[in-house]
């Protein structure tokens, strides 16, 4: 093949990128393409992180004798478009599992067929291809234990290096804007370098992972999210250390998460277990309250101050406060979910709506009468009342663990509501 277009997308990387490994392996000359979709809405903070990270992969491509094209538009016409005007046989992409995903790639196929170019898919947003490992007569997994068994035994591809070099053809097209912003924190750079950073803290994993106070996760999940680290990359560079199976079973629920939207592509508006009770409550100042980090409950306000503060929140602070919403409040998970996905940095469709269905009890794997105790959740995973103290100013003078209770404090703070309730309902 004389000339290959690779259409990015959630995969801004040049290590174990198969689409692009590919691609310079097949054609003499290759076109990195990214195209800003307006029919995908993002959070402010999810945008920036993403011109950071064109920033970075176009840097990397640079240095390797390539270059990016950022283009604005629907992906399928100009990515179309590029390849009639580079005179390219054909173009090439990761494989998603969105419903939005799917039906883009669905197109680009029909209208590569219609224009006799060759179109191809490649692995890489999960560790083991989404699909791919079936349980006996079944589309996919519905239990995690098992489906992390045959994870666990699968045999994952290999992880590829960067290309060492891409030539690209003399009428490479001009990017629409210059993606210049930023790539301190956002990018595979800055991705590998936390990678490497944060290895140190892999073997107390099992210790600290649910210490909200430590913040000793990885807080990869950006990265991950979009594509700045192969997640079987990741899989490789910690599998053989020294507590790695912890972290490793909680990068199998996210590929665990993506199998199921690829089969349920509805997880993110309907109940994904069939006949579970999914009738809510319809109180909008609890909504907002809770929004708003003012429930006066005040392990659950630090998890939405950080969420506000930070467009992240630890996994405990997402369980809990996601409990109290659906189980305390009684209200509906699709409200909550669509809240955290608005302000994440890792905000995910397989991940966030995947999760919030399971503590929900309408999802997969799930117990429906679960609920998180919150006073009973705070004085296990911040028994000192740091991660409070941290995110709650108007608490921030309570001594120890009195802060998880402030309506028993002799003079609670004036300024600290009162809890909307502590009763599950
Ligand atoms: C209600 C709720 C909503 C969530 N929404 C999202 C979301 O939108 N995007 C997202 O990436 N994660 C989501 N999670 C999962 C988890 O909270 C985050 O992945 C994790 O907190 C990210 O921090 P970390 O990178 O430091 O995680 P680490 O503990 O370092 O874990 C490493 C990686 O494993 C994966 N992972 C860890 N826990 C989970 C999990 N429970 N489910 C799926 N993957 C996991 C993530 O990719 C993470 O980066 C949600 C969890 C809950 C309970």
Redesign the pocket.
Known sequence: MNVAVVLFTRDLRVHDNPALSASVRAAEHVVPLFVHDPALPAADNRRQFLRGCLADLASSLRSLGGDLAVLRGDPVREAVRVARAVGAEGIAMAADVSDYARGREARLAAACASERLAFRTFPGVTVVAPGSLRPGGGSHYKVFTPYYRAWQAASWRDVLGAPRRIALPGNMPKSWFESGASAEVAGESAARKRLTAWLSHLQGYSET?DDLAADR?????PY??FGCLSPRELAARVHDRPGAEP?LR??C??DF?HQVLFAFPELRRRAYRPGAEDRWRDEPDALEAWKSAHTGVPIVDAGMRQLLAEGWM??RA??IT?SYLTKHLGLDWRAGADH??DL?L???VA??YG??QW?AGTGNDTKPYRRFNPLRQASRFDPSGDYVRRYVPELASVPGKAVHAPWTLRKPPSNYPEPLTLDAR
Do not use: E, I, K, P
């Open positions: 992972h996760t990885s807080r990869l999940s991950l999210h972290f909680q990068l629920w996210r998460y630890h996994n997402r369980l996601a955290f996905y994440l890792d905000g995910d991940n966030n999760n919030w503590v």
